[in-house]
């Protein structure tokens, strides 16, 4: 069974928006913060944001104002909104349950996104 499920992904020119979706297995989702990361070609995967139960969220800087990560208890998913695409968000965008900024689980298959003109 897979833990996560992620959506949303696709082309999209360099200031455009994209929301993706992950939906996570219950037993995680209920008590954990959630997180989505990024792997940019050629480049490490790093966590973009984050949300916990109790809806702190955390954002990287190369992100903020231009993201925006939000929680749906009922239906056990995370959202990543993004606007003001630009060409570095590029990557592979997967979520993971979060312990300071380090996921915990395997990965799930992730959503590609490509910022291009």
């Known amino acids: 069974q897979e833990q996560f499920v992620e959506s949303g992904g696709g082309l999209v020119q360099p200031g455009g928006s994209l929301r993706l979706s992950c939906a996570a297995s219950?037993?995680?989702?209920?008590?954990?913060?959630m997180g989505w990361y990024r792997q940019a070609p050629g480049k490490q995967r790093e966590l973009v944001g984050s949300?916990?139960?109790?809806?702190?969220?955390y954002y990287a800087d190369s992100v903020k104002g231009r993201f925006t990560i939000s929680r749906d208890n009922a239906k056990t998913t995370v959202y990543l909104q993004m606007n003001s695409l630009e060409f570095e968000d590029t990557g592979v965008y997967y979520c993971?349950?979060?312990?300071?900024?380090?996921?915990?689980?395997?990965w799930g298959q992730g959503t590609q996104v490509t910022v291009s003109s």
């Open positions: 949300i916990t139960t109790g809806g702190a969220r």
């Open positions: 993971n349950a979060v312990v300071r900024r380090s996921p915990l689980y395997n």
């Open positions: 219950r037993s995680i989702f209920t008590f954990s913060t």
